[in-house]
């Protein structure tokens, strides 16, 4: 592992903005930010001598700051960016798998396979989405996935480079039957927060999400008690009012789940909990593969919401990254065409076949708006949700150099992860190492 790397003339976004700069990672973090003027680094001489320096955009800790040149250029490995355009990783906090992996079947080998699969679409960090199933199968599967991520956390360099399993996101059982989409109905239950503590035993604490349906009885308490835990709530799967969204909401739920995608809609005399979802400010995932949200409605949601409280999120399932076909989704049959996947017993849209990179693209083509505006929804946001913008979600210093590199046409470069490159498309990048 290169515990020093500089990659070169990048395109950064850095706030709001794209800046031209360098960009210099330690140790898995940004450990400096250097613009360019006319394709140099003036400043880099300032920073070099461990000098204070002038603009507010240029920076090294004080610990890079504290190295000599020398040290920096025999040990630096290099990338050329050759203008790429650098954003913050995708985390994806909504997701049944890909490429031909299920989050409610996967095993240890699975788990990897899919996880290069997330990296080569710009996925730095992500949440694995464990559905409604049977409460052993379900512990298993926690269980299983616990372990692929401990190990994460334990390994350095032995490891292959890939995204970060963030935690894990439980969806259901604690559902509503009457808006259960791909959850089986005999499968549901009630709210059970011993059930609840089972679970997170068996996954080592690391369930970091819950959807849950707020009608369901004792979901209020239940939804406190789990927010108490440190356990993020995200309504949905709901036919609830506008009352019983904004108690949830009170109670301490800070996000909903696929916005619009079962969930009542509003009515004129029955706001439902779309409109508790719209006029409060907690958070809202979508799903911006032009299927389950007409573009006007990813526009409108945008305007609506702001765009600091959308979460754009793919809810793919494993025929993701795959051709057409028949696969399942916790066991289910689904059939996908067009990339469209619906349950084969009923017809009723079973998650997506989208990509974060391609909800990226997407968002860019329905709202019209740049990059520097929508990255927050794939990156910043998801990350403040989690509460973990102070380590990951934004180029700053200091942060995990979690990175994506897009070439011209928005072409997916680079993505890294922590560090450590975990995508590479060779033909656009030069990269050499020193010494
Ligand atoms: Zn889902």
Same mark, same amino acid.
């Given at each position: ?8 003339? $990048?395109? &950064?976004?850095? $706030? ?51 190295? *000599? @040149? ?8 290099? +990338? ?25 079947? @996967? ?47 334990? @390994? ?8 970060? +399993? ?38 080592? $604490? ?31 799967? *709901? ?13 301490? @739920?800070? *996000? ?9 809609? !509003? ?33 409108? %949601?945008?305007?609506?919401? $702001?765009?600091?409280? !959308? ?22 049959? &689904? ?12 017809? !009723? ?15 860019? &083509? ?18 403040? !949700? %989690? ?23 928005? &072409? ?12 590479? %498309? ?6 050499? *190492?020193?010494?």
């Amino acid at each position: 592992m290169n515990k020093q790397l500089l990659l070169k003339n $990048g395109q &950064v976004l850095i $706030g709001r903005e794209f800046v031209a700069a360098d960009l210099r990672i330690e140790d898995g973090r940004i450990e400096g930010i250097f613009p360019r003027e006319n394709g140099e680094v003036s400043l880099r001489r300032d920073w070099h001598s461990g000098n204070a320096v002038a603009t507010d955009i240029v920076h090294a800790t004080p610990r890079a700051a504290e190295r *000599s @040149a020398a040290t920096f250029v025999g040990a630096a490995h290099e +990338i050329d960016l050759n203008g790429a355009r650098v954003i913050p990783g995708f985390i994806d906090i909504h997701t049944h798998g890909g490429f031909g992996v299920d989050f409610n079947q @996967a095993d240890g080998n699975d788990l990897q396979k899919v996880m290069a699969f997330f990296a080569s679409q710009g996925v730095t960090a992500f949440l694995p989405t464990v559905m409604t199933d049977e409460p052993d199968a379900i512990a298993r599967q926690l269980e299983r996935i616990a372990q692929v991520a401990h190990a994460q956390n334990m @390994a350095h360099s032995a490891s292959v480079p890939c995204p970060r +399993i963030l935690g894990i996101h439980l969806e259901g059982p604690f559902l509503a039957e009457s808006h259960r989409g791909a959850h089986p109905a005999y499968l549901l239950r009630p709210c059970d927060l011993g059930l609840f503590d089972e679970l997170q035993c068996a996954a080592g $604490g690391m369930i970091r999400i819950v959807t849950l349906s707020p009608e369901l009885e004792g979901a209020i308490p239940f939804t406190r008690a789990l927010a108490a835990r440190g356990v993020r709530v995200s309504i949905g799967h *709901s036919g609830a009012s506008y009352e019983v969204a904004m108690a949830a909401i009170h109670a301490g @739920a800070n *996000s909903a789940t696929h916005i619009m995608n079962a969930m009542k809609l !509003m009515h004129m005399h029955d706001p439902a909990i779309l409109t508790a979802v719209l006029e409060s400010d907690i958070y809202a995932e979508m799903i911006c593969d032009g299927i389950h949200l007409h573009p006007a409605i990813v526009r409108f %949601l945008i305007k609506a919401k $702001g765009l600091d409280h !959308m979460i754009a999120v793919t809810d793919s399932i494993m025929a993701t990254g795959l051709s057409d076909g028949r696969y399942s989704i916790g066991g289910t049959e &689904v059939i996908v065409e067009g990339g469209d996947a619906k349950l084969a017993s009923n017809g !009723m849209r079973a998650g997506s076949t989208l990509t974060m990179i391609g909800a990226l693209r997407n968002l860019q &083509v329905f709202s019209g708006r740049g990059i520097e505006e929508l990255s927050r929804l794939v990156s910043e946001n998801p990350a403040h !949700m %989690l509460g973990i913008d102070g380590d990951t979600g934004s180029i700053e210093l200091g942060k995990r150099a979690d990175l994506v590199a897009l070439g011209a046409g928005d &072409v997916l470069e680079m993505t890294m992860a922590g560090g450590q490159i975990a995508y590479l %498309l060779q033909k656009r990048l030069f990269s050499k *190492s020193y010494g």
